[in-house]
C-alpha cells in the first residue's frame, strides 16, 4: 500500500517509524510519504490561511497551496503496473488508484468497517486541515479527480487532522497481509463480529489478591470460547449498547440471549432488531 500525507506539521508523524508499522515500512509492505503543504504556498512566510468570507472566528486554510499539492502528489498518469491491477474502493478509481481521506468532524464516522475497506485500496493520500478548516471548493475539485472522504474519528474537534490520521492509517495498515505477525489476532479482537473483545489474562495466576478466572485454566476449549463468548456480550451491553442494537436477530443463540437478558439490557424475544 502506498501512503502520501500532506500537512503543515510533518515532524507530528514520526511515530509512522515505529513498532509494527515502522516495521512495515521497513520490510516494504507499506510505502509512507510525508509531504510539508508549506512548500507550495506562495510569499516569504508560505502562509497557508486566510481569513473566511462571511466573517466569523478564525482561518481557513486556503484552496491554491492543496490544488498544487494535490496536483504534484497525485499526477494525473496512467496506473503503473504494481498498482493497475490492485482493487479500489468504490466505484471511482483515481489516477494511481488512489483516494483522498479528509479527517473532519463533519464528515462520516470512521469505524472497523471502512478501515477494512481502506486496507483494499492501493493508495491512500490524506490531507490534514488546520485552522477552521479547508477551503470547501478543495474537496469539490479534488472530487473530480479521484475518489474523496471526510472522515470523522470522534464527536469532538481536534486543532488538526494529524493525530485523526494517525489513528486511520494505524487501523487500516495493522489489516494488511504480513503487518501483524499473528493473522489469529486480527480475526478474533473487538468489532470483529460487532462485539468487544473479552477481558484478557496472562502470567501469573494470582496477581494482587486477584486470580484468573478456572476456566481459561481448564485446558477446555469449548468451555473457554464459551466463557468469552459470554463476556464479549457482557462488555459489549455495557460498554457499546448501540452495537448489540445493530446486530440482526440471527447473531444470537438461545445462550447469547438469557446472557444478554441478565445484563439488563431491553432485549426483544425474538432478538435484537437491526
Known sequence: MKIDIVTIFPGYFGPLSESLLGKARQRGLVDIAVHDLRQWADGAHRSVDAPPYGGGPGMLMRAEPWRRALAEVVPAAADPPDLASA????????????????????????????????AEVPWLVFACGRYEGIDARVVADAGERMPVDE?????????????????????????????????????????????????????????????????????????????RRDEALRRTARHRPDLLATLPAGAFDAHDREVIAATGFPLPREGVAP
Open 87 to 118: 482493487p479500489a474502493s468504490g466505484s471511482a478509481r483515481g489516477p494511481r488508484g488512489a483516494r483522498l481521506v479528509v479527517p473532519t468532524p463533519a464528515g462520516r464516522p470512521f469505524g472497523q468497517s471502512l478501515a477494512r475497506d481502506y
Open 151 to 227: 472522515v470523522s474519528i470522534g464527536d469532538y474537534v481536534l486543532a488538526g487532522g494529524e493525530a485523526a490520521v494517525l489513528v486511520i492509517v494505524e487501523a487500516v495498515t495493522r489489516l494488511l497481509p504480513g503487518v501483524v505477525g499473528n493473522a489469529e489476532s486480527i480475526r478474533d479482537e473487538s468489532f470483529t463480529d460487532g462485539l468487544l473483545e473479552p477481558p484478557g489474562y496472562t502470567r501469573p495466576e494470582l496477581w494482587a489478591g486477584r486470580r484468573v478466572p478456572d476456566v481459561l485454566l481448564s485446558g477446555d476449549h469449548a468451555r473457554i470460547a464459551r466463557w
